[in-house]
Structure formats: structure tokens, C-alpha cells
């Protein structure tokens, strides 16, 4: 097989914000990162221990979510109808990316805000949001994931609800 061309390191370090140095490395889901110290690097390994990420099963129980996920709402017709024109290897990408930083993952979310990324779907609200939200819970049942950590998951994406439905962030009690 050819070999494959490492990945350039980061040269930020993701905990302190700093130059990272090139010696001080992590390497984590075939991912090498690099920070500035060693107290950022234990940092780092120890969020990712906690995290709920990686208690659901990391990067590839996540993509295997994120792909029966999109299974159950494109057969849903109560929301289908908003990813007509949308090309789903895309979703599915940015999804992952999404889920993955939200739930703890190593690498931050990039992609469009969802207030930006919703604002032009018609019509869009409760009943939608609800919709996709149980598609997901269901997904992760399916999974044999955890009811404590499908709790948590829930939790993490009903906060994007008003973002999603572009209204003003309501007081949470
Ligand atoms: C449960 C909370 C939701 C999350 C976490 C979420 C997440 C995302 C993300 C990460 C993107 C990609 C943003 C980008 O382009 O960078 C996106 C786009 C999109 N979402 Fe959602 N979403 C949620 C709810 C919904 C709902 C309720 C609907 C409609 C039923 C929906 C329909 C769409 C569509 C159609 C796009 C593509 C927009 C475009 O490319 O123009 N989403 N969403």
C-alpha cells in the first residue's frame, strides 16, 4: 500500500491557546495533537476521558449514529420535505462534526452556527425540532447506548433548540 502522508500537527495547543510545540504530543483516534505543555497535554487526555463522546463510543459510534439517524428522518414526512436539495454526504458530515464537539470530542466544531445554518428552512419549529430530536434518542436506543448517557446526549441537543428555530435564547431555569 502507498504510505499515507502524516497529517501536518496543529500549531496552536487546543487547551492553553499557545504555540504548540511540536514534541509534546497526544495522539488519540489515530489524530496527533500537539500542545504547549505537559499540563495542557494531561488536560487534554483527561477531558477526553470524561467526555461524553467517548463514553457513547468515540468517533465510530457516533458516525454509526449520525448514519441511522438520517436513515429514520429522511423516511420521516414530517421533516423530510427540508433535505430535498440538501446533499446528505455533506449533512452527514457536518452532523458529525457537529454532534462530535458538542458531546466533547476532540476537535472543535467549524461549521456554520446553527442559527445561521437553520434561518432560511420555511415553517421550521416545535413540532420539527421535536421530530429530529426523537429520531436521534431513538437512534441511540437502538444502539444499546446507555439510558443515563442518551439523558445527557438529549440534554446537549434540546440546548440548540432555540438557535435551531432562530428565536432569542430563552432564561433556562
Ligand atoms: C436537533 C437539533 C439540530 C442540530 C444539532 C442540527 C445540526 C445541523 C448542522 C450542524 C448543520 C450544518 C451546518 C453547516 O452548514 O455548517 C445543519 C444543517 C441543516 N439542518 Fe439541522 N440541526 C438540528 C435540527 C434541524 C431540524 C429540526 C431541521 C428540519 C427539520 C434541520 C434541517 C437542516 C437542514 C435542511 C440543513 C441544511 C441547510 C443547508 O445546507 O442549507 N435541522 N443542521
Known amino acids: 500500500a502507498e504510505p499515507v502522508a502524516p497529517k501536518p500537527l496543529n500549531t496552536t495547543c487546543p487547551v492553553s491557546g499557545k504555540a504548540a510545540d511540536p514534541k509534546i504530543t497526544w495522539v488519540y483516534e489515530d489524530q496527533t495533537f500537539a ?11 483527561a477531558d477526553r476521558a470524561a467526555s461524553l463522546y467517548q463514553k457513547l463510543g468515540g468517533k465510530a459510534a457516533l458516525e454509526a449514529a449520525v448514519e441511522l439517524f438520517y436513515v ?3 423516511a420521516d414526512k414530517r421533516v423530510n420535505h427540508y433535505f430535498e436539495d440538501i446533499s446528505m454526504i455533506k449533512q452527514k458530515r457536518k452532523q458529525k462534526e457537529f454532534l462530535a464537539a458538542a458531546l466533547g470530542g476532540p476537535n472543535p466544531y467549524v461549521g456554520k452556527d446553527l442559527r445561521t445554518a437553520h434561518a432560511d428552512l420555511d415553517g421550521l ?3 420539527h425540532f421535536d421530530a429530529i430530536a426523537e429520531h436521534l434518542q431513538a437512534t441511540l436506543q437502538e444502539l444499546k447506548v446507555d439510558p443515563a448517557l442518551i439523558a445527557q446526549a438529549m440534554a446537549i441537543v434540546g ?8 428565536r432569542p435564547q430563552s432564561a433556562k431555569p
Open 72 to 74: 429514520k428522518v429522511l
Open 125 to 127: 419549529n416545535d413540532t
Open 159 to 166: 440546548s440548540t433548540r432555540d438557535a435551531v428555530l432562530n
Open 35 to 45: 500542545f504547549a505543555d505537559e499540563a495542557s497535554r494531561q488536560k487534554f487526555e
